[in-house]
C-alpha cells in the first residue's frame, strides 16, 4: 500500500510539473507595428496582378506603444487580385526580437480590415520551439489603408 502511495504521488507530481510547464509555455505576446519601409516590385502584367510582391520592413513596439522592441521583415506575393474583398496574398513575416525572432506565414487579404490569422511555423532563440497562431488585425488611417497592425502571438 505504501509503494502504491508513493508510486500515484510520484505521478502526479509529474502531472503537476508537465502542467506548469505548459501554463508556462502557453503565452501571448502582444506587439504593434507601423511606419518603416515597403516596397511593391510589379513582376506580372502591368499594374497590380498575380505574381506582384510587397517587401517590407517595419519597426515593432510593445503594446501601449512606449518602446521599440524588434522588427518585422517579409514579403507578401499577390495570388489574387479584384475589388477589395477580392485580394488575397501569401505572405513570410519574420519578427526579430531581442530574445529571438518568431517566423509567421499564412494567407491574408490585404484589402479588407479583417483580422488575419497565420501560422507561427517556429522561432530562434527563447521562440525556437515556438508554435501556435498570430492575430494580425490592421489599424486603418483616414482613408481606409492600414497605417498599422495590432499583432497578437497566441504562443503555445
Known sequence: MLHRRAVLGFVAACLLIAG???IALAQDLHLLTKGGLATDIDVGAGGNSP??????????FNEDETAEVGTGAGHCTILRVGAAADWLAECSITHVLQKGSIMVEG????????????AIAGGTGKYRKARGQLL?????GPDGRPVAFDLIFDLN
Open 107 to 118: 494567407l491574408v487579404r490585404p484589402r479588407v480590415a479583417e483580422t488575419s490569422v497565420l
Open 51 to 60: 505574381g506582384d510582391v510587397a517587401v517590407f520592413v517595419r519597426p515593432l
Open 136 to 140: 494580425d488585425t490592421p489599424i486603418p
Open 20 to 22: 506548469s510547464i505548459n
